[in-house]
């Protein structure tokens, strides 16, 4: 038997080492983000042509993700605050809620959305403003599928009580990801 | 074995987070979804401006405050997060010009002031031309 050494319990900046690392991690996104973004609106404010390229995005189906991700974040909350409480089959279970979330998310995308931009002419190749359209929902796609199949690894242990700390950490990573969306949301599906 | 790895959370972690009402801010956030999709109907571009972007801006930091907890973390984290920020402004600061403008000092963009020059001369037929 070993103690764990202190860097991984409690780190100079006052707070444990995960929590620390989600928060590095997101800072890190945005600037990946916050570079995409910021490209998009250069071009955006000296392109006139993008308003009208936006004007072929579905924003219903922007809005109905935007709901599902909304959803899925509170469901991430929840789950942080049962294991919190120490009720360890509770967080998994909103755990499980939030992956299914991310899950019509993708399904959305990728079954029905991207399909029907690519069927209709609109593929990344297009123009400019459809190669950012891919480039950044597809990003943050990877994004939520990457979160998905953390969650599902995250889960099974902590409906056994164990590590209930990730399920805050992959909370916080998913409440970003669901931040980077609400900007993306605007930008692609109304602002035509 | 580690000494921990029968403890329901690793050390570190004890110290729990202050739960508000949840179900209440996404109300509140759906609630602002909602408007941010009707915005555009109102046909303003100003209106649709705040509609979907001030709004989006609102929505963040609901977001950051009462599920990701911003506002209770270290302020190493407050720094973390706004020296990031400060980045993006200065990518935006000093991609801009470039990306936005046709022409600089000792530099130029021959499509773009032809395009203007083509635009002034013929105002008509060059309506509805854009730079791509």
């Known amino acids: 038997m070993s103690a764990s050494p202190i860097a991984t319990t409690r780190t100079a900046a006052g707070m444990p080492t995960g929590r620390l690392a989600v928060w590095w991690v997101i800072a890190s996104e945005i600037v990946i983000f916050g570079g995409l973004l910021g490209s998009y609106i250069m071009f955006r404010l000296s392109h006139d042509a993008f308003a009208e390229h936006a004007a072929h995005t579905n924003t219903w189906i922007g809005a109905v993700n935007t709901l599902v991700l909304l959803t899925s974040s509170l469901f991430a909350v929840l789950g942080h605050k049962a294991a919190d409480a120490g009720d360890g089959p509770k967080a998994a279970k909103f755990l499980y809620l939030t992956a299914l979330g991310g899950l019509i998310f993708a399904g959305i995308k990728f079954g029905f959305e991207w399909p029907t931009e690519i069927a209709r002419g609109f593929t990344i190749s297009s123009n400019t403003f459809w190669s950012f359209y891919y480039t950044a929902a597809g990003i943050h796609a990877a994004h939520v599928v990457g979160g998905v199949i953390i969650m599902l690894i995250i889960a099974p242990r902590a409906k056994r009580n164990l590590d209930l700390q990730r399920v805050e950490l992959i909370g916080l990573y998913w409440h970003f990801v669901d931040v980077v969306w609400i900007f993306l949301f605007p930008l692609l599906y109304i602002a035509k | ?132």
């Open chain 2, 1 to 132: 074995m580690s000494l921990h790895d029968h403890a329901p959370v690793e050390p570190g972690y004890e110290e729990h987070t202050h739960h508000g009402n949840y179900v209440k801010i996404w109300a509140i956030l759906v609630v602002l979804l909602f408007v941010s999709v009707a915005g555009p109907f109102f046909g303003h571009p100003v209106v649709t401006l705040i509609t979907a972007f001030g709004i989006a801006i609102v929505k963040a930091y609901l977001v950051a405050k009462n599920f990701m907890h911003i506002n209770v973390a270290p302020r190493y984290v407050a720094y973390l997060i706004g020296t990031m920020l400060m980045f993006m402004l200065l990518f935006f600061a000093g991609a801009s010009p470039d990306v936005m403008k046709s022409t600089g000092t000792n530099w130029m963009k021959p499509a773009w002031v032809a395009a203007h020059a083509e635009a002034v001369a013929h105002p008509a037929a060059a309506h509805g031309t854009h730079h791509e």
